[in-house]
């Protein structure tokens, strides 16, 4: 996860406002010019070369003395202001010459591990690298991270991580030479957290002017739910024959999809219309329908959700809890929530990742939804995870497609319990722990 990254984006203002977003700007701070599309052509050459160097107030305001001082020593024949004039002019050259030299820097930066649970603690680690020839680089170097939506200036759910930053330190960086540092990433909540890119500011001695530009790439970390251990697995009306068994049986004949050629692969398995049209050999690979299917299905549209933090939160925790219990006892699953994206036969990492994105956000209507379960038929059982108080009439159509069916509300302030329901096994629990309790004293056995 790490690369070499340039400085990218426009001059903005000195690093210090970087960890103080809020804060009102100061006398120092520096002057945003906007340069008037309208004007002449050599006007706005002329202004962009001055928006090259970010001018801080006090540089505006020294550089105005140094113009009076000069024009009045001219016209009034007094020297005296016309030196001060002079010096104050070549201080203002000589922020212009510091600020202007960009320093050339590569920063890897690596996040371990990349994929954590709530409450749990990983590591940025960071190398930055001064790839100039002559200049070494002293500046105030900030790393921030954080849900990458929030970053990025749009909207964010209460969910997400907000932003933090943190100081590196950065001083004395020869040419050719690296300087490293880390620092912890603490999982409080579900969700994507970016970290980067790195942050550098520089100014003058005398603040006269000042930049920052952004350094190198990010790196995510994904925060799955948190795992609750479940002693029982949801078990439909296909039982595997012979107990725990691989999730692909090659001698099946039951075709699942086609998947590249590996070494070992028997050659009457190959697909060779397929082989010859995309130029490589490509095998096709064959399901044990005898192992049960779960499907879990998270109804993360908005209306399903009156309360859509903690709630919700606990849906991600029991479908990732149900998820990894299918994972130990060798069922197939499949995640598939109402907002469109299906995660199945694939790696636990991916399942996380899918919830670790989730947000009850999705514009699927009802109806539309329990349509694309009942046509696409992921699997023999259906695990139904709700907000509000399960849509029993529609489960029972589900029924045809899915033998079993097994519904689970969350809400807060609920009273555990498991009991039938128009029929289909109900889970009610205020959170995932309560929820797990619950599926392990019987509720899936009903």
Known sequence: ??????????????????ASPLRPRSADAPVRRTADPSAPGSASRLANLALAVPVTGRGVGLAVAAVALLGAGWAWGYPELATVGAAAALACVAAGSVIAAKPRLDVERSVTPDRVSVDD????????????????????????????????????????????????????????KSAGASYTIRAERRGVVDAGPLSIGKRDLLGLAATAGNFGPTARLWVHPRLHRLGRTPDGLARSLEGTADKVEQGSLTFHA????????????VHWRTSARIGKLMVK???????????????????????????????????????????????????????????????????????????????????????????????????????????????????????????????????????????????????GEQFAAAWNNGGTRL
């Open 1 to 18: 996860m790490s690369e070499t990254g340039q400085a990218a984006g426009a001059r903005k203002g000195p690093a210090e406002s970087l």
């Open 121 to 176: 603690t990983a590591t940025v680690s960071l190398t930055v690298t001064n790839t100039g020839r002559w200049r070494s680089v002293n500046a105030r170097a900030v790393d921030a991270f954080g849900d990458p939506r929030q970053t990025h200036g749009s909207p964010v759910s209460p969910r997400g991580l907000e932003t933090r930053r943190v100081a590196v330190p950065l001083a004395r960086l020869r040419p050719g």
């Open 258 to 269: 086609l998947r590249e050629y590996v070494i070992g692969d028997e050659l009457r398995h």
């Open 285 to 431: 690979e064959h399901l044990d329908t005898s192992l049960p299917t779960v499907a879990i299905a998270v109804d993360d549209r908005p209306e399903s959700w009156p309360d859509p933090d903690q709630p919700f939160e606990a849906a991600c925790e029991a479908a990732y809890s149900i998820l990894t219990a299918c994972f130990r006892a060798d069922y197939h699953a499949a995640l598939v929530p109402a907002s469109g994206a299906v995660v199945s036969g694939a790696g636990r990492d991916s399942y996380g990742d899918l919830l670790a994105e989730l947000a009850p956000d999705a514009r699927d209507s009802l109806g539309a939804y329990v349509s694309r379960l009942t046509a696409a038929r992921y699997g023999d059982t259906l695990v139904w995870i709700t907000g509000t108080e399960p849509p029993t009439d529609r489960l029972a159509t589900l029924k045809r497609a899915y033998p079993t069916v097994i519904a689970v509300h969350l809400a807060a302030g609920l009273p555990t319990s498991a009991a039938l329901a128009g029929g289909v096994p109900t889970i009610r629990a205020a959170d």
